[in-house]
């Protein structure tokens, strides 16, 4: 007799739980929770995961525990990754995409003067933002696997491993044979967002391209790991489905890479909708507020003591400065999310439009004006 | 009902016996009917000639227990493996509870020669259950080998001394895909509680009980032990109550829209 | 004719008129009750259904192995 350690797929988990579709129906449960159940989650051992306490911290009855909250993530934040935040930035290789997804600035349907980096110019942005001071590095793009494969990142990679200490790619779906390539060049995460995990607002917003595939989409992240990537970032695009499913979706799934591949580490972002060129907001009926964001974002820290925490530049400056006193780990500085956009800020449309345009040293004035120190680069190859 | 699974099959008692150290096989039998158990273990020694009469087994009715042969003994992985061989050709029993124990003072696990025959025994199709130090690395490199369980000790075998190795127990609770049974240094019905209000999901005894003044009270009181600290972990313990900090608010800047 | 075999570790001898030829026999001449035994011959382990067909040779090292109380 073999014992089987084949993990269960994130799509059976989702699907048992009814998270994957006909998400109204949680809506009534989360109404009916009551302070006690609130009360119960908060007195429960911050940091460890279980759905009954999620599903707790992110009822409308948790809305008036906040500060409590934020308190308890904030402490176990700095106990287990200390008084730190790591900066990096986005490098944008290519605003070519055959995919159609209706929010997103590069929407194969959206007609715009596409930009696509040579190997010289994506080198070029890449010393602009060694020079600020970054070391950690998002090289990101749009689904343009002719000029953007796993050849022309290999090469960059070879390049860029010498100016920066983490390099990770938020790129189209790859395959467990490229990642793993990759991972031999030098990339060392991977960001690959579900976006959303309701099968039907996911088939409504990716209508077109690979990315429609939502089975493909959700099993990324186990190959990522498979791979042996060091980190593999998750998140959903908040505005597309309501947040709080999305959330509990979410948190299953990290669970479930955490179990897996106890070698990787998980992150998750929370992007949330900006408007964007081509892109409207009258189109997306669960925008999330800001004091809904920092519940999503107290209630993962309380379940999950070791996973860190993104901010993106799409949210704007005053509210960055709050959200990394909550337990953020990570955030971007000094972005430009257009390709070529360090060296030419005007060149095209961006991916989303960027609220907080500090530069990375401003950035981490901040940080340390709240106490923290800005962590520049957080593994040293050089040792090994 | 709240059932205990291992490798497929399901167990009321989460309370396992082993049946070493006892002053007659007929102690032992009632300790071990009065225990609850379910699950005992056995070892494998050399017939002795001159007592040929000695069998354990014809005292033990196979029907109605799971009998988990152990590699106690093996100082290596080569005799590890020879011994779950001979239990399995005997009894026709692929369980083994795996035991690689070359320092013969402490008689503490080798992680090294356990890792090795565990990855063996696993492809020749055993069950195989591993005795180890609290080593939540360990833990996870032999569930990703295919272990049924992983056996994390509390304190070194026959110390009774209780849960030493809370901390790493705590850890290897949290990250574990498989079952956790803390085996060896439990003396008292107490520790046993402890582990399974930790989240154990069973616990394996034999010195405390074999060597009581009265084993058979002794696993009588195990045995509700184990049933207690089962039902306080259900119950769902809360965490020591944290005192609110006074510190300038976090959230107040939210009120500001 | 007389036979020694090492059994256990340690050197037994068998004489004449009581050489045990299979196992089967020699577990009943050592008063081991077959069914719970378990046995290896020169390294081999043996299968307990072919106990009363194996044969017995001097010079053999055999283990005779059963279960005791162990934790």
Not at chain 1, 78 to 93: D, E, V
Not at chain 1, 240 to 261: F, G, M, N, P, Q
Request: aromatic content about 6%; charged content about 25%.
């Amino acid at each position: 007799m073999n014992i089987t350690s084949n993990p269960p797929s994130p799509a059976l988990l989702l699907r048992e739980m009814g998270l994957d579709r006909d998400v109204n129906r949680w809506r009534d449960r989360l109404k009916g929770i009551g302070p006690t159940e609130v009360e119960r989650a908060l007195d429960s051992t911050p940091g460890f995961y279980h759905f009954e306490k999620l599903l707790a911290l992110i009822s409308p009855t948790a809305e008036s525990y906040l500060e409590p909250m934020a308190r308890m993530a904030r402490d176990l934040t700095i106990r287990r990754f200390g008084r730190t935040i790591r900066l990096y930035a986005p490098l944008y290789l290519s605003s070519f995409c055959v995919n159609r997804c209706l929010y997103c600035g590069f929407n194969a349907d959206t007609p715009f003067k596409r930009v696509r980096l040579s190997l010289r110019d994506a080198l070029a942005e890449g010393l602009i933002l060694n020079q600020s001071g970054i070391r950690d590095l998002l090289l990101v793009s749009g689904e343009d696997r002719a000029h953007v494969s796993v050849k022309f990142i290999e090469e960059l990679c070879a390049h860029l491993r010498n100016h920066f200490c983490f390099v990770s790619i938020e790129v189209h779906r790859m395959n467990l044979k490229e990642y793993a390539r990759l991972f031999e060049a030098g990339v060392e995460g991977v960001a690959l967002y579900q976006e959303t995990y309701d099968r039907d607002v996911y088939a409504k917003y990716h209508r077109q391209g690979p990315k429609a595939d939502y089975d493909k989409r959700l099993s990324g992240p186990d190959d990522i790991a498979q791979a042996g990537m060091r980190e593999v970032g998750l998140g959903v695009l908040l505005g597309l489905s309501d947040w709080r499913t999305e959330t509990l979706a979410l948190a299953e799934h990290v669970h479930h890479l955490i179990k897996s591949y106890w070698r990787t580490h998980v992150s998750i972002s929370f992007p949330r909708l900006r408007p964007a060129h081509g892109v409207s907001k009258s189109q997306f009926p669960h925008l999330v507020l800001d004091k809904e964001l920092v519940q999503m974002i107290l209630a993962l820290r309380l379940c999950f003591a070791d996973v860190g925490l993104v901010l993106s530049t799409r949210e704007p400056a005053h509210l960055r400065d709050h959200l990394i006193r909550l337990g953020i780990t990570r955030m971007s500085a000094g972005s430009r999310t257009n390709p070529g956009g360090y060296q030419y800020p005007q060149q095209g449309p961006g991916q989303f439009q960027v609220d907080d345009d500090r530069s990375a040293k401003e950035i981490a004035d901040m940080v340390r004006c709240h106490g923290l120190d800005p962590v520049w680069k957080d593994w040293d190859k050089a040792f090994l | 009902m709240d059932m205990l699974t291992l490798a497929g099959r399901t167990f009321r008692s989460r309370l396992l016996l082993g049946t070493g150290k006892f002053d007659s096989n007929e102690t032992m039998t009632r300790a071990l009917d009065a225990s609850g158990a379910e699950i005992i273990t056995v070892a494998l020694r050399r017939v002795d000639l001159d007592n040929p009469q000695d069998d354990l087994l014809s005292s033990i009715d196979q029907k109605s227990y799971l009998l988990l042969p152990n590699t106690s003994g093996a100082r290596d992985a080569e005799e590890a493996i020879r011994l779950s061989r001979m239990a399995r050709i005997a009894t026709g029993i692929e369980w083994v509870k795996l035991e690689v124990t070359p320092d013969p003072y402490y008689l503490l696990p080798d992680p090294v020669e356990t890792l090795k025959a565990a990855k063996i025994l696993v492809d020749e199709g055993f069950v195989v259950l591993p005795y180890i130090n609290a080593d939540p690395i360990l833990s996870l490199k032999l569930q990703d080998a295919g272990t049924a369980t992983v056996m994390p000790l509390g304190s070194p075998i026959g110390s009774n001394q209780g849960l030493h190795t809370r901390a790493s127990l705590r850890i290897i609770l949290e990250q574990a895909r498989v079952p956790v049974i803390v085996d060896a240094g439990l003396g008292l019905p107490s520790h046993a509680s402890e582990a399974m209000e930790m989240g154990a999901d069973a616990v394996l005894v034999n010195t405390a009980i074999a060597t009581a003044k009265d084993p058979l009270g002794m696993a009588r009181a195990f045995k509700h032990g184990v049933i207690a600290g089962r039902l306080a972990f259900l119950g769902g313990p809360r965490a020591p109550h944290l005192q609110a900090s006074s510190s300038s608010p976090l959230t107040g800047f939210l009120r500001e829209e | 004719m007389d036979s020694v075999i090492v059994l256990n570790g340690k050197e037994r001898r068998f004489f004449a008129e009581n050489v045990p030829n299979t196992l089967s026999s020699l577990l009943t001449q050592l008063d081991v009750l077959e069914t719970t035994a378990v046995v290896e011959i020169d390294g081999r382990l043996v299968h307990p259904k072919d106990f009363s067909e194996t044969l017995i040779r001097d010079g053999q090292r055999i283990e005779l192995v059963r279960f005791m109380g162990g934790g």
